[in-house]
Structure formats: C-alpha cells, structure tokens
Nanobody, 127 residues
Framework: QVQLVESGGGLVQAGGSLTLSCAAS????????MGWFRQAPGKEREFVAA????????YLADSVKGRFTISRDNAKNAVYLQMISLKPEDTAVYYC????????????????????WGQGTQVTVSS
C-alpha cells in the first residue's frame, strides 16, 4: 500500500522558516515527479512546488519563488519543502503528491498529474 506521510508543519511567526518532509512508502518514487500543494480554508488546492525524478528540474509557484525550495532524496524515497520568509498568506494545509508514472512529462503544476496524496500537514503563519 502506497503511503505519503508529511511532517514538519506547525505555527511560526511571519518571517520565520519551516521545512516540510514527505516520506513515501509502498513503492519507490525515484523515477517519478513529486510535488507539494496547499489548501487554505475556503480555497481550492493550489500548486506550490514540484520536482522531477533526477532533482534537476524544479518548478515553483510565482507566489513562493525566492522563498521556497523543493528537494528530494531518492535513497530515502522522500521529498522536502524548505520555506523561509513565511507570510500569513502561506497559511494552509500542505499536501505531498506523487505521480505513479515513471519519467512522465505531465504538467507538474496540474493537480491531475498526481495519483498519490498525503494526509496533509498544517502550516500556520502568524502576523
């Protein structure tokens, strides 16, 4: 059974930092695109960041460029989201996602490109 488990969320003041982790189990994702999405109350789930299998190609939403960094460790079957200079508008539940396909070039920004999802971790940024 495939599982994605996020961790690292919490409460932080504006300007602070957090690093989210996503540990995958049940199969390897070393040849798959993985991503992070977030959903704030009353809003749709939105793309945050994605990374291809090699780690050489990353994608970031305009709203987080320069502040967030996505990385992965294929040996650990894990993906990370480092967040700095956090803003109150970053408050949301953050979800890890993974594409079931190998070496797929599906649009990494598209929520429909992902087949597996974690349960989410809450990030709250206070002003």
């Amino acid at each position: 059974q495939v599982q994605l488990v996020e961790s690292g969320g919490g409460l932080v003041q504006a300007g602070g930092s957090l690093t989210l982790s996503c540990a995958a189990s049940g199969r390897t994702f070393s040849r798959s695109t993985m991503g992070w999405f977030r959903q704030a109350p009353g809003k749709e789930r939105e793309f945050v960041a994605a990374i291809r299998w090699s780690g050489g190609n990353t994608y970031l939403a305009d709203s987080v460029k320069g502040r967030f960094t996505i990385s992965r460790d294929n040996a650990k079957n894990a993906v990370y989201l480092q967040m700095i200079s956090l803003k109150p508008e970053d408050t949301a539940v953050y979800y890890c996602a993974a594409d079931r396909s190998y070496y797929s070039l599906q649009d990494p920004v598209n929520i429909g490109s992902y087949d597996y999802w974690g349960q989410g971790t809450q990030v709250t940024v206070s002003s």
